[in-house]
């Protein structure tokens, strides 16, 4: 009769005890101390498919193997394969699977076998982590049926095999009852079995009926540990360490992972993957192998901060060498931590009970600590990364409760060597980042904020990508909003549910008021279907449901972090039974937490999008008020302090601002323009006022299109360069569209200057408004005077902002820069340099984006400092000044045949190239053949006095004689003679007798190549 495999519901006889007082099966009782998993009490036994069974090819039992990782691989004995060929696997379904001689491994010397197997359909076993065994440890063991023993000690012991014997060195001795000894000797099937700890369930050792010693011939194991350090034995024992969990003291990184993907869990998982975003990666990636342990990801709600860290999780799972991350919420946090590690110590504690309810585990995972959990994850190579989103959650706490949690965050990751990842607001950041040590931090400075990474909108490639995964055509979504990701994941879901597209672009307002009027439809449907509504009615629902929506975002104005406490939560949406103005029903708060609208936030509940939740709130908000306790420093008083107001975190602006906002919609710009004044006004009596200047920019940034507020940012950004006690306003020339610039009054001036002008008023703040370009251009003549010297590495410069531009967008800020040649205006950080200077400066620096349509501008400007360029980049730029010339000599218009004229000899001495002078010959030819320019239209008459005094015919002459002269091959004084009395010129002018040709700058053509503006190095 065939054996088979013990069942885990197999037990021995009653009758059959153990030695040393230890019963021998399952279900005994035996007294002991410090073992929680005592026999009877629910014993850990490993699944029936985890074992296997050998057989010779006549069907006879060799012994038994178990699984030990994901791949196949079966571990045994090494006397159940031994002279063994070929060998049969029988899996627990009684089913053979031959197994090849070279897919046997032997381990002679650790008397153990590795085999490689195909088609097994089993659960492997955890193998111990632990280098040794305590004599005294309980385990079980399989011998006809799972048995209880106890390691005795650990000896040599004598290996008998057909070919010889050798010595084992640290065989386990057990103590076993008679039955189970029985079972245990030598060719009663029992070989190779697992030896499982009685506390963890992990395998320690391997059943060998084949040891003996002096006194004993049967009772001993294999154990795995200590195991080589390199190897077969070794590769499987880390593989298994990875793979499968164990917990208690065999604790593995297996058990990490399983512990921490469950805190994560699969709520930011999506329909559409969302776009990599490799800047962001990239900077991970460096954080996880640089010195500092906290980096903080800084975005405005909806940039796709949440989603990012769930990016960053997913790639530590997916790679080849995982490594734990451990998710938590700014609402996990309490007000009474000590540290980030109490938030840490919960979310195991849950993610242990998550565990325990999906399988049995051996082993208690709610025993294990962060701080244990950190110091394997180091052990292992592979830091603990905690990962808190939203901390602006986070109950509010006085500035020094902050400070003692960061100290003591600080001193927790380096004991442990675990590193932070927040995702957080700027206007966060701000304060918390500053409580930390600035050897901690990972990143770079930003305008107000400590090292940090920034995360805006998507790329344009990245938003391209994103819209064809959304299935969003490229037109459907406004340019300010198409890069946004929110915007962009709310709007597919729009989309997929409207019949057809709209005919117009829509912008974000557009798309959150249509997804809020979606998800209360979806939510309305669930209500109905569970109430029996049908019909027309559940439209009136939907209404109902968008009614109570605002109803909670009303309430969560109130004090806290802008979410529900459980009980306002329950008052909205009821659980139960809703009241009758509602139309009755049940299903109202699961209905909205299936769709997503609100999620569970410690004790309460949020909204799931913040920047949605910002925006409906904006429409609750008492704007008025507001800015009443905000800005003005009027409003209620607190009930236990009555000489200040309220605290209102600076990390919910967000409601402000979109409050701001909805005023210029619902009522038009002027009466915002009138509201933006006045925070204007705030801001130039007190420098330091943060609310004021954050609304200021937060507001004017999020406009469609500030155009219609150029009357607050034109003082804006003159307050702004007078910050440093500078002088403001153009010294000369036109102002902005043509009227004469006038320098502020003295009333104007702030209280008091300060050395660095508001950050929020940084370049990228101008750089990021919705202007034209001309508009922007403006604005940022007026700044660059409050720049900072160009050494100043961590300064951002406002003509770094306009380099910027330039090189995105040559063709339209070129003819904005050559605007700026009569602002004479001194640049206070750089020595000797104005604001023409700067212009010149940056045209010639990027004159490589588009040097034909320069050279066109600086010729149509007919201005000194053009001039001035134009002679550099003769000299620097031959070629484009050769073909500038060739395209004017064949121009219909005489003012652009004198600029030939004057242009070409300028550029003579420095054409080097055949190509040039070719086009040079044939724009004299040119000149030459046309006849006589009748007198310039009087609009004209300025610029062709400032390209010089020759005329077309004379400077043909002047230049072809100059080529001559250079050694032109095709050219001789005799052709240009016969040319000159072909054509008739008025006079023939030999190049030693020829006229200077004067430009504003005046100085000649001779000496256009040694002379140098004082910007040009």
């Not at 060998?87 to 381990?107: I, Y």
């Not at 003012?895 to 054409?911: D, F, G, S």
């Not at 000149?927 to 609009?939: E, I, M, N, S, V």
Request: hydrophobic share 45%; with cysteine; aromatic share 4%.
């Amino acid at each position: 009769m065939n054996e088979r495999c013990p069942r885990p519901d197999e037990t021995a006889r009653p009758d059959d005890t153990g030695e040393s007082g230890v019963a021998s099966c399952s279900g005994g009782v035996s007294p002991r101390s410090g073992v929680s998993a005592r026999p009877g009490d629910h014993p850990f036994l490993p699944p029936d498919r985890s074992l296997v069974r050998f057989r010779d090819p006549l069907g006879r039992p060799r012994g038994v193997g178990f699984l030990a990782d994901h791949h196949g691989t079966v571990l045994t004995g090494l006397e159940v394969v031994d002279g063994m060929t070929p060998l049969v696997v029988e899996d627990a379904d009684e089913r053979g699977h031959a197994v090849h001689p070279d897919a046997v491994t032997a381990l002679p010397e650790l008397g153990l076998a590795l085999v490689h197997t195909e088609g097994l359909d089993g659960e492997p076993l955890p193998l111990t982590v632990r280098d040794h065994v305590e004599a005294g440890a309980y385990v079980r063991l399989t011998a006809g049926c799972w048995r209880e023993a106890r390691v005795l000690a650990v000896a040599p012991a004598t290996y008998t095999a057909p070919h010889g014997s050798h010595l084992l060195h640290g065989a386990l001795e057990l103590a076993i009852g008679t039955a189970g000894r029985d079972a245990l000797r030598r060719g009663g099937g029992a070989a190779g079995g697992p030896v499982l700890d009685a506390a963890t369930g992990a395998v320690v050792a391997v059943l060998g009926t084949s040891l003996s010693t002096g006194h004993r011939e049967a009772g001993f194991a294999v154990p795995l540990r200590p195991a080589p350090s390199d190897g077969p034995l070794a590769d499987l024992l880390a593989r298994n360490a990875a793979t499968v969990p164990a917990y208690g003291a065999d604790l593995n990184p297996a058990a990490l992972m399983e512990l921490t993907a469950t805190s994560v869990g699969s709520d930011f998982l999506t329909a559409v993957p969302p776009v990599e975003r490799p800047v962001i990666a990239r900077e991970f990636a460096d954080f996880a192998e640089g010195p500092a342990a906290v980096l903080a990801l800084v975005g405005a709600p909806g940039s796709g901060r949440t989603t990012e860290l769930a990016a960053l999780a997913a790639r530590r799972a997916r790679d080849p060498r995982p490594a734990p991350t451990l998710w938590l919420r700014g609402a996990d946090l309490r007000e009474e931590d000590a540290s980030i590690a109490d938030a840490a110590r919960r979310a195991l504690t849950r993610a242990a009970r998550i565990v325990t309810a999906s399988r049995p585990v051996q082993g208690d995972p709610g025993e294990l600590t962060p701080e244990r959990l950190a110091q394997l994850a180091r052990s292992a190579g592979r830091p603990l990364l905690l990962l808190l989103d939203g901390p602006e959650e986070m109950p509010p706490a006085p500035a020094d409760r902050l400070r003692e949690w960061t100290d003591g965050t600080a001193g927790w990751l380096r004991e442990t060597g675990a590193r932070l990842v927040v995702a957080c607001r700027a206007e966060y950041w701000e304060e918390a980042g500053a409580r930390y040590p600035a050897e901690l931090l990972h990143g770079r400075t930003a305008p107000a904020l400590p090292p940090c990474v920034l995360l805006g909108d998507l790329t344009p490639s990245e938003a391209r990508e994103a819209r064809a995964r959304y299935g969003v055509p490229d037109a459907e979504l406004t340019d300010a909003d198409a890069r946004h990701p929110l915007t962009l994941r709310l709007y597919a879901e729009v989309r997929a549910a409207l019949p057809e597209a709209p005919g117009v672009p829509v912008d974000r307002d557009a798309v959150l008021a249509a997804h809020l009027d979606l998800v209360c439809l979806r939510v309305a449907v669930r209500v109905a279907a569970e109430n029996g509504v049908r019909g027309t009615a559940v439209r009136l629902l939907a209404a109902k449901v968008a009614g109570q929506v605002h109803e909670a975002a009303r309430r969560s104005l109130g004090p806290g972090q802008g979410a529900l406490d459980r009980a306002a939560f329950e008052a909205v949406f009821p659980w139960g039974p809703a009241p009758a103005r509602l139309g009755g029903g049940t299903g109202w708060a699961s209905a909205v937490l299936a769709e997503g609208l609100f999620v569970p936030a410690g004790t309460g509940y949020r909204f799931a999008h913040e920047e949605l939740a910002d925006w409906i709130q904006g429409a609750h908000l008492d704007l008025d008020e507001a800015l009443n306790v905000l800005v003005r420093g009027r409003g209620r008083r607190g009930a236990l302090d009555d000489t200040r107001p309220l605290p209102v975190p600076h990390h919910r602006i967000g409601p402000v601002v979109q409050a701001l906002l909805l005023l210029a919609r619902q009522h038009g710009p002027r009466r915002l323009s009138d509201t933006l004044r006045e925070l204007t006004a705030a801001l130039r009596a007190d420098p330091d006022a943060w609310w004021a200047a954050r609304l200021l920019a937060e507001t004017l940034r999020g406009v469609q299109d500030a155009t219609p507020y150029l009357g607050v940012l034109r003082p804006l950004a003159d307050l702004v360069a007078r910050w440093r006690g500078l002088s403001g306003g153009p010294t000369g020339g036109a102002g902005p569209w043509g009227r004469a610039a006038e320098p502020p009054s003295a009333s104007s001036e702030p209280p008091g200057a300060s050395s660095e002008p508001p950050s929020e008023f940084a370049p990228d703040f101008w750089a990021a408004l919705a202007l034209p370009v001309d508009a922007r251009l403006d604005l940022l003549r007026r700044l660059v005077v409050a720049d900072a010297a160009p050494h100043a590495a961590d300064a951002p410069r406002y003509l770094d902002a306009v380099a910027r531009l330039l090189t995105a967008d040559p063709l339209a800020v070129q003819p904005q820069l050559a605007l700026w040649f009569d602002d004479e205006r001194p640049l206070p950080a750089t020595p000797h340099a104005t604001v023409a200077t700067a212009a010149q400066a940056l045209l010639h620096t990027h004159r490589h984006t588009a040097p034909d349509d320069l050279v066109e501008l600086l010729a149509d400007r007919a201005h000194a400092r053009a001039d001035e360029l134009l002679a550099v980049l003769a000299e620097e730029e031959p070629s484009a000044l050769c073909r500038a010339v060739h395209r004017w000599a064949h121009d219909e218009r005489p003012v652009r045949r004198v600029a030939a004229t004057a242009y070409a000899l300028r550029v003579a001495p420095h054409a080097r190239t055949a190509a040039d002078r070719e086009l040079l010959r044939d724009a004299a030819r040119a000149l030459l053949t046309r006849p006589a320019d009748p007198a310039p239209a009087p609009h004209e008459e300025a610029v062709v006095r400032h390209h010089g005094a020759l005329t077309p015919h004379e400077g043909a002459l002047a230049l072809l004689h100059a080529l001559a002269d250079a050694g032109a091959p095709a050219l001789s004084r005799r052709v240009t003679a016969r040319a000159a009395l072909e054509n008739g010129p008025p006079s023939v002018v030999s190049p030693c007798d020829a006229p200077s040709v004067r430009g504003p700058s005046h100085s000649t053509h001779a000496d256009a190549g040694r002379g140098r503006p004082a910007w040009h190095s």
